[in-house]
């Protein structure tokens, strides 16, 4: 008979913490539990499907995608492979909207690119008297962000669209603050990990040869639609500042600023009207 402590012995190729998170997930308990009752034998249908779990871990699929959920600023979302899976970089984002907004303020936020939902639902729940618009283009997205929205009990305070950036906003929008984290990955790169190549969708990764393309396609339709906002923030490639600023300067008339994140990396793009 299996116990917990000889699963997490099999498969030494395998990092312990993810064999840790797999067969949590299958007792529906935390990894203290773990710990705290090593002995404790699984039976045969818990042992079987942590088996299944950590053959689909072998072969690269995310964490993410094989429990179904990923954290993003202490609060958990819904993911699958038809969403982004959330990073802790995205965060960065939410830091920044705390240093130009207080949380008592009443602001009106746009995300640009929801996916998840997770930087629209969690600048809600940060920001309680505002109102948040969610826009995605693709439906089965949009469904997963309305499933996380509904989770996280937002739905009185985040509206999710399904539109092609800004295309099905009204035409007398107005926005305190625009969040966008869109595809900014250049399309020949190399240097994308084996578990985002294989099974994150490329519609949510890659953006032309420059890794802009949506970005330039957003900053012209705001340009040509002639939206009001206060302020832009957008997360961007490590090699991505001056290009960005430029594109600024030639579509919207300045550059804007880049921040870096907690690794001393440039990560954030801040437009202020």
């Known amino acids: 008979m299996n116990t917990i402590k000889s699963a997490l012995q099999i498969d030494p190729q395998l990092k312990s913490l993810d064999k840790?998170?797999?067969?949590?997930?299958?007792?529906?308990?935390?990894?203290?539990?773990?710990?705290?009752?090593?002995?404790?034998?699984?039976?045969?249908?818990?042992?079987?499907?942590?088996?299944?779990?950590?053959?689909?871990?072998?072969?690269?699929?995310?964490?993410?995608?094989?429990?179904?959920?990923?954290?993003?600023?202490?609060?958990?979302?819904?993911?699958?492979?038809?969403?982004?899976i959330p990073r802790p970089e995205s965060e960065h984002l939410i830091d920044h909207l705390k240093t130009i907004y207080h949380i008592e303020d009443e602001i009106s936020i746009l995300d640009v690119g929801t996916g998840t939902g997770c930087l629209a639902i969690t600048a809600a729940l940060e920001f309680p008297n505002s109102?948040?618009?969610?826009?995605?283009?693709?439906?089965?997205?949009?469904?997963?962000?309305?499933?996380?929205?509904?989770?996280l009990c937002t739905s009185k305070l985040v509206t999710i669209?399904?539109?092609?950036?800004?295309?099905a906003l009204p035409a007398a929008a107005y926005f305190d603050c625009i969040l966008a984290n869109l595809p900014y990955i250049c399309q020949d790169s190399a240097d994308v990990g084996a578990e985002t190549s294989q099974y994150e969708p490329t519609q949510a990764l890659y953006s032309g040869k420059d890794g802009l393309d949506h970005y330039r396609l957003l900053f012209t339709q705001l340009a040509d639609?002639?939206?009001?906002?206060?302020?832009l923030i957008c997360e961007i490639g490590l090699d991505q500042s001056r290009s960005i600023q430029q594109l600024a300067k030639a579509v919207l008339g300045k550059e804007g600023n880049v921040y870096n994140d907690l690794a001393d990396k440039p990560r954030i793009f801040v437009f202020t009207n």
């Open 225 to 231: 639609r002639h939206l009001p906002f206060k302020n």
């Open 20 to 84: 840790e998170v797999l067969l949590a997930h299958v007792l529906k308990v935390d990894r203290s539990y773990l710990i705290a009752h090593n002995e404790r034998e699984l039976i045969n249908s818990e042992f079987a499907l942590y088996q299944d779990l950590l053959a689909r871990r072998k072969n690269n699929e995310p964490i993410a995608y094989i429990v179904g959920s990923k954290e993003f600023y202490g609060r958990n979302f819904v993911v699958n492979n038809h969403t982004l």
């Open 131 to 151: 109102q948040v618009t969610a826009i995605e283009l693709y439906p089965q997205t949009v469904e997963v962000a309305r499933t996380n929205n509904l989770a």
């Open 161 to 167: 669209i399904e539109s092609d950036l800004l295309s």
